[in-house]
């Protein structure tokens, strides 16, 4: 089952995308995980998902670890599918339990009270085909899983 979630192909595109999803992510989960970038840190970031939005402290704590250790695993291609869903159901609950009131556009001139949720269709759709095609080329997935004579052409 393990190399079934690991199996991928040399495919250069889909390891552009996976790395750039993966910093996007490792941005987003400093600043929930350890407060950079501007962000609350763990802490603050399990106080904002357990009070004000009152998510189970274990969905709050899961949350947080797939976008911090999801984004690492996808920069590097480790358990690509595993990483992509987890962001992946972080993406389904950010839309549902706080984008969707403010509208499908993002917030570019100010005029709204909060985000829309066209940023989070488009990780929702980069996560889908990773979960899908695996990591690409240059990964760890793909060194793990390919057989030992086609590791030379990597």
């Not at 987003?28 to 939005?53: D, N, P, S």
């Not at 499908?104 to 709204?112: E, I, K, L, V």
């Not at 066209?118 to 980069?126: C, V």
């Amino acid at each position: 089952m393990i190399r079934k979630l690991m199996a991928t192909d040399n495919d250069v595109a889909t390891t552009i995308l996976r790395l750039v999803l993966g910093v996007i992510f490792f941005a987003h989960g400093a600043q929930k995980a350890l407060g950079w970038f501007g962000g609350y840190g763990f802490t603050g970031t399990m106080g904002f998902f357990t009070g004000v939005l009152h998510i189970p402290a274990v969905f709050a704590f899961l949350a947080i670890a797939a976008e911090f250790l999801g984004s690492l695993g996808l920069i590097v291609g480790l358990l690509t599918r595993v990483a992509s869903f987890g962001i992946f159901c972080n993406m389904i609950v950010a839309v549902t339990m706080v984008h969707a009131q403010f509208g499908f556009f993002m917030n570019w001139t100010g005029a709204q009270k909060g985000e829309g949720f066209e940023y989070h269709l488009l990780a929702l759709a980069a996560t889908a085909l990773l979960m899908i095609r695996g990591a690409g080329a240059a990964s760890v997935d793909r060194r793990l899983s390919s057989p030992v004579n086609d590791r030379t052409k990597i």
